[in-house]
């Protein structure tokens, strides 16, 4: 066990959080890339908290796998904007972070449009989503 283990092992909560529908428009990682994720926590500790709304995942669904697989805390910190600032964050979070190709990028760009664009989006805390669409035309 490495020393950052050693001082920063608990238990877990003991119902996991779960992601927010917005934190699944972007693929999951590969299991490649989820073990470099999970060995460099191992090694360093989560050096970017998980950001959550209302006790769901918005950012950050690896490093919580990662850190309950080691049997340690995942730093977290909440959200404080509103639920229609989450699709923003949640893309300006993983755009810029994450290495998707050009067909990944698509597919984001597809769900997105389909299922969370409209001109008001209504976001549940439960995790349903209520789209009303506008008369078209741009928003």
């Known amino acids: 066990m490495t020393d950052?283990?050693?001082?920063?092992?608990?238990p877990q909560p003991a119902q996991p959080r779960r992601p927010h529908p917005l934190a699944d428009i972007f693929p999951p990682m590969?299991?490649?890339?989820?073990s470099r994720l999970k060995a460099d926590i191992r090694q360093h500790g989560v050096r970017d908290p998980v950001w959550l709304f209302d006790n769901q995942i918005i950012d950050g669904r690896h490093r919580v796998r990662a850190c309950q697989e080691l049997g340690i805390t995942c730093p977290t910190r909440e959200f404080a904007g509103s639920a229609e600032k989450i699709l923003p964050l949640v893309l300006s979070m993983n755009l810029a972070r994450r290495h998707l190709g050009e067909s990944?990028?698509?597919?984001?760009?597809?769900h997105v449009a389909d299922q969370w664009v409209g001109s008001r989006a209504n976001l549940h805390s439960g995790g349903a989503a209520t789209l009303h669409r506008g008369s078209g035309g741009s928003s």
Do not use: D, G, I, Y
Not at 4 to 10: G, Y
């Open 30 to 34: 590969s299991e490649e890339e989820f």
């Open 4 to 10: 950052f283990l050693k001082k920063h092992h608990a």
């Open 104 to 110: 990944q990028r698509a597919m984001v760009a597809a």
